[in-house]
Every structure is written in structure tokens, then in C-alpha cells.
């Protein structure tokens, strides 16, 4: 018997079929090996084996009004004229009396400071020249003033207007040392805090076990001042009435208390 063969011919792929089997070859290789990474995990929003704590978040605030003891002016003399040797000359003068007449109300010179020195050209612009003329110079000198002595407030005032001093930029009032008033507002500010997170543990039938945290805010508030009106023209021996009314000192607290 001869052996017979059969020849089969199968057609091989063209080129671009080759590279696309290639690439869906690779693909099905990186799916498997990124297929844990990409299942599906479960997220934590807390660690479970942390019990959360429980807690009361409450404000308070304490208020201490205080008596000023202490005063601040701003006084000031301003002087105008043709050269800057006239208006120089003029505000020496008229603030060398001003200082002397706060020496003189009791004032020491530790207390008194000069804010403002300032010298500026005044100018003409109605003729519409450019630059526009020069028509003189102005001169301001300011000094604040510390009075310790509240009974010497009116009588600092009147001396400095009378001497020369022809600005006075307000009065303000304050206490000098205010440590105690904070400490006493501060605690009656915690207590307060202390008092509302009782009720509302109470309320809830929970108990306070501790505080998780304290922040404060301290402002010092002036009440309302009466100044008093300056006397008028022609006036006898008036003094200028000055009034300090009072100062608050306010502290407030927010406080979180752990509650169980």
C-alpha cells in the first residue's frame, strides 16, 4: 500500500490582526494581575475598635464693670503763615505753653508724647497756574497725654486750650491695670459655661465626666461718655465738665465637656 499525504494550507493573519491580537493578549494579562486591586473594598469611616466620645459644647460670659482711673488726650496746636521760619516759630511757642500748662495741671513728662509733626505747603489754585502758587506753609504739632489723676482732667484740658492748644482730637477712659476684673470675668464666665452644660446633661440623663477643651475671647467695652460742653465766650471760672462713666470688661468662653 503507498502512503498518501494531505497537505492542508491555513492563511496566517495579516500583520494588523497580529498586532491586535497582541494587544488584546496583554490586556487580558495586566486584568489579571490588577484585578485585586481593582475589587471592590470597604471603606472605614472610623477605626471600630475607637469608641467615639461623646460631648456638650456650651458658651458663658462674664462681665465686670470697672471706675476708669486713667485718661488719654490728644491735644494739639496748628499755626499758619508765609515762611516755614514764621509758622515754626509760632507752634514752638504756642506748644512750649502747652507743655508747660500740663506740667503745671500735674502732668509728669513721661506722660505726654508727641504723635503728630507735620509741616505742609499751602497753594493758591484759583488762578489755574501750573504749578499752582505758593501761598504759605502749615504746621501741626500733636501730643498725647496721659492723665493718672482723674480729678485733673478738667483742669489739663482748660490750661492747654487757654495756653494755645487749638485742636483737642477727644478723651478716652480706661483702667490701668485690669488683671483682676479679667480674672473675675473669666470665672464667671466658666461657671456660667459649667451651669449650662449641667442642665443639658441633666436633660439628657447623661453625666458631665470632663472638659475636652476651653477657648476665650476678652474685650474691654466703654460705656457711653459724657464730655461735657466747652464754656462759653465770656464765660466766668467754668471748667469744662469731663465725666468718665464706666469700662466692662467681658470674657467669653466656649467649652466642650465630655459627657457619659
Excluded: C
Amino acid at each position: 500500500m503507498s502512503t498518501q499525504h494531505v497537505t492542508i494550507t491555513l492563511p496566517l493573519p495579516g500583520s494588523r490582526a497580529r498586532w491586535i491580537a497582541l494587544g488584546l493578549g496583554a490586556g487580558l494579562v495586566a486584568a489579571s494581575i490588577a484585578s485585586p486591586a481593582l475589587s471592590p473594598r470597604q471603606i472605614l469611616a472610623a477605626d471600630p475598635g475607637t469608641t467615639p466620645e461623646h460631648t456638650i459644647s456650651v458658651s458663658g460670659t462674664g462681665r465686670v464693670v470697672l471706675s476708669p482711673d486713667t485718661a488719654e488726650l490728644r491735644l494739639g496746636v496748628t499755626t499758619s503763615g508765609k515762611t516755614v521760619a514764621v509758622v515754626r516759630a509760632a507752634a514752638a511757642k504756642s506748644m512750649t505753653a502747652v507743655l508747660a500748662s500740663l506740667r503745671a495741671a500735674g502732668i509728669a513728662d513721661r506722660d505726654v508724647q508727641t504723635t503728630i509733626l507735620s509741616l505742609q505747603p499751602a497753594y493758591d489754585y484759583s488762578t489755574g497756574t501750573n504749578p499752582p502758587r505758593l501761598t504759605g506753609y502749615t504746621l501741626s504739632n500733636a501730643v498725647a497725654v496721659t492723665v493718672r489723676d482723674l480729678d485733673n482732667v478738667g483742669d489739663a484740658i482748660d490750661g492747654a486750650l487757654a495756653a494755645g492748644a487749638t485742636s483737642l482730637d477727644g478723651i478716652t477712659f480706661r483702667v490701668q491695670d485690669q488683671t483682676a476684673a479679667e480674672k473675675q470675668a473669666r470665672e464667671a464666665a466658666v461657671s456660667e459655661a459649667k451651669s449650662k452644660a449641667t442642665v443639658l446633661a441633666a436633660a439628657a440623663g447623661v453625666s458631665i465626666g470632663g472638659v475636652q477643651s476651653i477657648s476665650e475671647t476678652v474685650a474691654s467695652i466703654p460705656y457711653p461718655v459724657y464730655y461735657g460742653a466747652m464754656a462759653a465766650p465770656g464765660a466766668k471760672d467754668v471748667a469744662t465738665p469731663v465725666s468718665p462713666g464706666s469700662n466692662e470688661i467681658t470674657v467669653s468662653v466656649a467649652v466642650v465637656y465630655l459627657i457619659g
